[in-house]
């Protein structure tokens, strides 16, 4: 059985509507709307921070991989999901920051916040989680709108479509 974590950052995808406009929820909001089929796999999760992605720093990258590296050894993948504003910015520094990885780290997010009815997040987050589940996939990649990019070459270069992000000089894995 595969065990997977999954750290959470913040950004749309574990977004709800307040009186502020939208804002991040926890990991038990994402889970409540997931709904996944049956896989042989244990889930668990660890809020790491609620943070609109367009707020995410070096600082936050430390945080981060931190919380990979600790949550490394008892897991067989990490899918972290994160704001799509400064994803690709992420997925490149922890690339560097945690290199030749032979697990899979998978960062995801939504256009769209996963409560709403026509939302990318649920395919999203399940293709994450299947891809962490794999056992060829390795290293941080970006899965997003049906693609899995390498963590280096993803390039956000749509605001607002469900195909928002591109591979850079490099095929989609």
């Not at 707020?55 to 993948?77: C, L, M, R, T, V």
């Not at 709403?116 to 999203?124: E, G, H, L, R, Y």
């Amino acid at each position: 059985m595969k065990k997977i974590l999954m750290l959470t950052t913040g950004g749309t995808i574990a977004s709800a509507p307040s009186a502020d406009g939208l804002a991040p929820r926890g990991s038990s909001e994402i889970l409540s709307h997931l709904g996944m089929a049956p896989l042989d796999m244990e889930l668990e999760t660890k809020e790491v921070l609620t943070l609109d992605s367009s707020n995410i720093q070096p600082e936050e990258w430390k945080i981060i991989a931190s919380a990979i590296y600790e949550g490394f050894e008892g897991h067989d993948g990490i899918v972290v999901t994160h704001g799509t504003d400064t994803m690709a910015y992420t997925s490149a520094a922890l690339s560097y920051m945690i290199q030749n990885s032979r697990k899979p780290i998978v960062i995801t997010g939504s256009q769209m916040p996963i409560n709403t009815d026509s939302t990318d997040a649920k395919v999203n987050l399940r293709d994450s989680i299947y891809y962490a589940c794999d056992d060829y996939s390795e290293n941080v990649s970006l899965v997003f709108d049906g693609s899995v990019i390498a963590g280096t070459r993803a390039k956000k270069m749509m605001a607002r479509s469900f195909n928002a992000f591109y591979s850079v000089n490099f095929p989609v894995l």
